[in-house]
């Protein structure tokens, strides 16, 4: 494999891989399920929970939540052709929401979808109304809230990103620490100064 075709960005017909190629914004449907698939659980359900308080004009309906085996496939370039290596659980969700039309024309329903793997309906669900809430730009709705905002959610759903980012803060910062307190001790010393040449 050559190096340099490892880092040419795709063709534009193909679905970005997020694992390979980093996530810009906009991004498209396709990488945005990525992200949400490997987004944090906790993360994706509060923000569900928020469009369900009115934070993402979503009502939603259950339209079909299973469970089931996937069988998983590659294609080795030095054999040409597929070859099963395995199976993997996986939950899907698909939910139906209210759509509110300017004219009876043009009014549907609109999906939001959640896959997910192992038995997880919650993550499943929480996807769903997520990746629905994040669909307001192509169907012409204001985004007003944080679960409708891609570049907030997508860029804050990584688990491994998000862990550790707050996990670094148990490692000392000593440098960090030491400038601040100086910088307030020399605040606190300057004002003590100033009030003392006033009397």
């Not at 929401?97 to 939001?112: D, I, K, W």
């Amino acid at each position: 494999m050559e190096p340099a075709a490892a880092c040419e960005p795709p063709a534009e017909n193909t679905q970005q891989d997020i694992t390979r190629h980093p996530l810009l914004f906009p991004a498209t449907r396709a990488q945005r399920l990525q992200s949400l698939a490997r987004g944090d659980e906790g993360f994706l359900l509060s923000m569900a929970y928020s469009t369900q308080r009115g934070y993402g004009q979503n009502h939603p309906f259950i339209a079909e939540l299973r469970m089931g085996d996937v069988t998983v496939e590659i294609t080795p370039p030095e054999l040409g052709f597929s070859i099963e290596i395995g199976t993997i659980t996986v939950t899907e969700c698909q939910m139906i929401n209210q759509f509110q039309a300017e004219s009876p024309e043009v009014a549907a329903f609109t999906r939001g979808y959640g896959l997910v793997f192992g038995h997880n309906e919650r993550k499943a669900i929480a996807m769903a109304l997520v990746d629905r809430a994040l669909r307001a730009g192509e169907l012409g709705e204001e985004a007003l809230s944080p679960a409708q905002n891609e570049q907030f959610v997508l860029s804050h759903c990584d688990n491994v990103e998000a862990t550790g980012f707050v996990e670094h803060l148990k490692l000392p910062h000593y440098v960090d620490f030491q400038s601040e307190i100086q910088t307030l001790r020399h605040l606190h010393k300057t004002v003590a100064k100033d009030g003392a040449d006033r009397v």
